[in-house]
């Protein structure tokens, strides 16, 4: 007769040290999982980034075969857009010019009619009121927390109190002198003579990275706000690029949440990647348009 006890079966569990060891391999991977999986995000967010400023490029080149000029950069920060009639903005030049920035005068390059009209405000304080609030995709970096905006009063803008839509980066001047000049006259295409592959015209702006969404001393208007930190930046030797900041504000400078670097847009439309090692000379030669100074390393 077949004895079920001749049989015995042997069963036993994981011994400490095994389970130890198990454990340790899976901490392993992970550690070397994780830096991986965020480098790849980053990878991403990074192209996706300089797709945005290769969109405003573009955008800045639809404005010039357009109205003939780059747009213009405005005299103060108080100025909110300006609106001719409800939904009527005003453009470049003309003798009641557009005294937003560039980057509200973009918008219907960018597919952002509706906004740059006002979105259908019935008065120009409304008008006013709805562009300044309006959040546009492509002017957010995906390395940061993506569209945002603030509420306040009305030191800037219309009186009341609403959101202001910010932005992540900055056009090129206040007065190093780069190619988005100050006042309501853009420059012409002809008149960049160092180069439009070699002129900066616009990049990813500095923040205080803890204070996103919130004042910082360069970024309290928003996006619409004219001559003003909000919406540019320096490129003399003195004010290099850094990355973002944890405290303080972004210095008016040009800088990033990406890894050693930031990305620039130029006025041929091209992109490029621009270290923080850069050599200043070359730095401050990209954010002119007619020094003849000559750029001899782009990183």
């Known amino acids: 007769m077949f004895r079920l006890s001749a049989f015995r079966l042997r069963l036993r569990g994981f011994t400490l040290i095994e389970l130890l060891v198990v454990i340790a391999i899976i901490a392993i ?13 980053e990878a991403a967010a990074r192209a996706q980034c300089m797709n945005n400023l290769k ?8 404005h010039h075969d357009t109205y003939k000029l780059f747009p213009s ?15 009527q903005p ?9 005294r937003a920035s560039m980057a509200f005068q973009i918008l219907p390059f960018i597919e952002q ?6 979105g259908g405000g019935t008065t120009i304080a ?20 993506g569209p945002r905006a603030f509420s306040g009063g009305s ?7 609403y959101p202001h839509a910010q932005w992540d980066y900055g056009g090129v001047n206040l007065n190093n002198t780069g190619p988005i000049q100050y006042g309501f006259n853009g420059i012409r295409m002809t008149s960049i003579t160092d180069g439009t592959s070699n002129t900066a015209l616009a990049g990813d702006s500095r923040k205080n990275i803890n204070l996103l969404s919130n004042f910082q001393g360069d970024d309290n208007e928003g996006y619409t706000s004219g001559w003003d930190h909000d919406t540019m930046r320096y490129t003399d030797r003195n004010s290099p690029p850094l990355p973002d900041a944890t405290s303080g504000d972004g210095q008016q400078r040009f800088g990033s949440s990406h890894t ?15 270290t923080y090692s850069i050599d200043p000379l070359s730095w401050e030669a990209m954010g002119t348009y007619k020094a003849g100074d000559m750029i001899s390393n782009f990183q």
Do not use: E
């Not at 991977?29 to 995000?41: D, E, F, N, S």
């Open 55 to 62: 969109q405003i490029a573009l955008a800045v080149h639809g």
């Open 29 to 41: 991977l992970i550690a070397l999982l994780v830096p991986a999986v965020q480098k790849v995000r």
């Open 73 to 87: 950069a405005g005299q103060t920060w108080q100025d909110p857009p300006t609106y001719l009639n409800p939904g």
């Open 155 to 161: 030191w800037y803008g219309p009186g009341g109190t």
């Open 90 to 98: 005003a453009t470049v030049g003309g003798t009641n010019p557009q």
């Open 126 to 145: 409304q008008c006013q009121i709805n562009a300044i609030g309006a959040l546009i995709p492509i002017y957010f970096c995906p390395s940061r927390n």
């Open 260 to 274: 050693s670097g930031f990305n620039m847009a130029f006025c041929d439309g091209s992109t490029r990647f621009i």
């Open 113 to 118: 009619g509706p906004v740059w009209k006002g």
